[in-house]
């Protein structure tokens, strides 16, 4: 019998890449607020709220991704703060109730995170044990996430939280304003550049969540990250190089702080020094199709 795997918001841009991924080798089965077909899965609608006619096609499924949060790329105002925490709260713990109804339960559970929960760090390197969580409203959404989503321990479900750093790939996500930032000349360091830049190419966030969905000694917080994380400047630099433009120009705070106003975002994407380490990956064997930018780069920003 092939395992089938429910993926909820399947169809946002790390989604579509593991659709995409898992669907060849797996039944998959996809959450999504609105109708959308994908070839080769079963989509099913649900609205991250409320349990509905959708809860039975998880009894006898194999795993469970969720995926669900709304998108931080957004000023932080409070109607957007409040959105960013409830729909990541309503869509776990929707789950986690419909979970609760199903009499042969998935055996694994694995429900998006991020790395931002860690402080902001220029030099210590965050891993899953010894890593220190920070401050400020993106990591009280991280800690209340977790904290919704390991309220479900007393299920018999492995549960892994996918503490997730900044996932490049093609199709969308941050490769895109970094592309056009590059483009129009502005591809130099951002407000020094020293800040720590911790990512993953989207192939290898795909591999991992099949990595541990068939590892059952992963469980807890998972960094879900490259092993060499770079300073905001080197990225910078490669991207720059690989791309060529005809000037590159560094960006100061204020650029940055008067730009992120104009198209109705934050800075913390680039001044925020992520430095993560994906401790529980290497040491249970994990591979890196794409462990540096010296292969990541080429593929992700295609010329």
Known sequence: MIPKIIIAAANGFMGRHLVNFLKNRYEVVTLTRQPDPQPGVKNLQWDGVNPGDWVSVLNGAWAL???AGRSVDCRYHARNRKEILESRLNATQCLGEALSRCEHKPAIWLNAASATI???????PMTEEQGEYGHGFSVDVCQQWESAFFSYR??????????????????????????RLVQFGLGGAMAGGQQMFSWIHSTDFCRAVEFILNNKHIEGPCNISAPYPVTNAQFMQAVSSHLNPFVTIPT????????????????????????????KLLSAGFQ??????????PDVFIK
């Open 154 to 179: 007393h299920l018999p479900i492995r549960q892994v939280a996918l503490r997730t750093a900044i996932v490049l790939g093609q199709g969308g996500g941050v490769a895109v304003p970094f592309r």
């Open 288 to 297: 890196f199709e794409f462990p540096d930018l010296s292969t990541a780069i």
């Open 65 to 67: 991704v969720n995926l």
């Open 252 to 279: 100061s705070r204020f650029m940055l702080e008067w730009g992120a106003r104009m198209i109705r975002t934050e800075t913390e994407l680039v001044l925020k020094s992520r430095y993560v380490i994906p401790e």
């Open 118 to 124: 860690y402080r902001h760090s220029l030099l210590d």
